[in-house]
């Protein structure tokens, strides 16, 4: 079974940061192509950032040089450094794992992140 278990999230005060882990079980984790995505209320779920099993990495314009996505094989997991946060960054954010080969693709079931003073 295939599980993609998200923590780190919560309320920080607008320049603040948190770190997103999301640890995977259930698959070959350096096989897959992980990623974050986040979901605003009354909007789309949208790309945030990317991380493929090479290590190179894709990111939102709306989060370059503020956010990093970073892999650990060996605890099967990816993270998600968010620095310099705004109150647009107010989201669920959901961790994703997508088999290039096989073509499966599996999501956490999300975390809530507020960024507000």
């Known amino acids: 079974q295939v599980q993609l278990v998200e923590s780190g999230g919560g309320l920080v005060q607008p320049g603040g940061s948190l770190r997103l882990s999301c640890a995977a079980s259930?698959?070959?984790?350096?096989?897959?192509?992980m990623g974050w995505y986040r979901q605003a209320p009354g909007k789309q779920r949208e790309l945030v950032a990317t991380?493929?099993?090479?290590?190179?990495?894709n990111y939102a314009d709306s989060v370059k040089g503020r956010f990093t996505i970073s892999g650990d094989n060996a605890k099967n997991s990816v993270y998600l450094q968010m620095n310099s946060l705004k109150p647009e960054d107010t989201a669920v954010y959901y961790c994703?794992?997508?088999?290039?080969?096989?073509?499966?693709?599996?999501w956490g079931q999300g975390i809530q992140v507020t960024v507000s003073s």
């Open positions: 994703k794992a997508h088999g290039p080969w096989s073509g499966n693709t599996y």
């Open positions: 259930g698959i070959m984790f350096r096989a897959y192509d």
């Open positions: 991380m493929q099993s090479g290590g190179s990495t």
